[in-house]
């Protein structure tokens, strides 16, 4: 029973280069959340997805950065034209329904993440 | 918008000392939740208050959450070198959504054995 598993665990750019972050949710979940720790940071919500929709991107920079989840295969957390501000861990977490129930003691699982750093 | 803080940034123990983190927002909150999060690691939930004046033990791990709904603490009794690692609270705004979780930027927990 995989948990949430996100790749590359690890991705080096240079500035101006492209990263694409990988996100499989659990299996039987069709909720996914991105969200976004600087160093010695907090996480910062990003975007919240379901399947094939954007439901709030809320905390998504304007420009350079796009999500989405298709129908088939993993979440896709898109940086285009990386800068050094950029440099972070990018978590995803999964839910079978949307978000947080309060009747219940479960939080988000998170994946392992992807570290970014840009060069 | 909603902020969450959380103090200290940083504590060093003495293996079998103490340890408290202490959580508030700026705003009424519907939960709180805790997440602990190692070196290198990533958040790994701990618990879910969501009662005004919740208490919740888990072993040597004792939460709280305030009566007005904007405070919470972590304390741990007695640490161990393996209670080593970042404790983050994080909270859904009251009449928000039930997805954007706001963390605070964590207190980093060192044990020294």
């Known amino acids: ?119 | 918008g909603q902020q969450v803080m959380q103090i200290p940034q940083y504590q060093h123990v003495q293996e079998g000392e103490d340890f408290t983190t202490y959580c508030n927002s700026s705003t009424t909150l519907s939960n709180i939740q805790w997440y602990k999060q190692r070196p290198g690691g990533h958040p790994v939930f701990l618990i879910q208050l969501v009662k005004s004046g919740e208490v919740k033990k888990q072993k040597r791990l004792t939460f709280q959450f305030g009566e007005a709904k904007k405070n919470s603490s972590l304390h741990i009794t007695a640490t161990q070198t393996t209670d080593v690692g970042t404790y983050f609270c994080a909270g859904l705004n009251s009449g928000g959504s039930n997805y954007k979780l706001t963390f605070g930027k964590g207190t980093l927990l060192t044990v020294n054995p």
């Open chain 1, 1 to 119: 029973n995989a948990g949430v598993m996100q790749n590359p665990r690890h991705l080096v750019r240079r500035r101006g280069q492209e990263a694409r972050l990988r996100c499989s949710p659990m299996k039987g979940h069709s909720h996914v959340y991105w969200y976004r720790q600087l160093p010695e940071e907090g996480l910062k919500f990003m975007v919240y997805l379901q399947k094939e929709n954007i439901i709030d991107e809320s905390g998504m920079p304007k420009e350079r950065f796009s999500a989405e989840f298709p129908k088939e295969g993993p979440s896709i957390l898109r940086i285009q034209q990386v800068v050094r501000g950029d440099s972070a861990a990018y978590f995803c977490a999964s839910s079978p329904r949307s978000g947080i129930r309060t009747d219940t003691n479960y939080g988000y699982t998170f994946g392992s993440g992807t570290r970014l750093t840009v060069v």
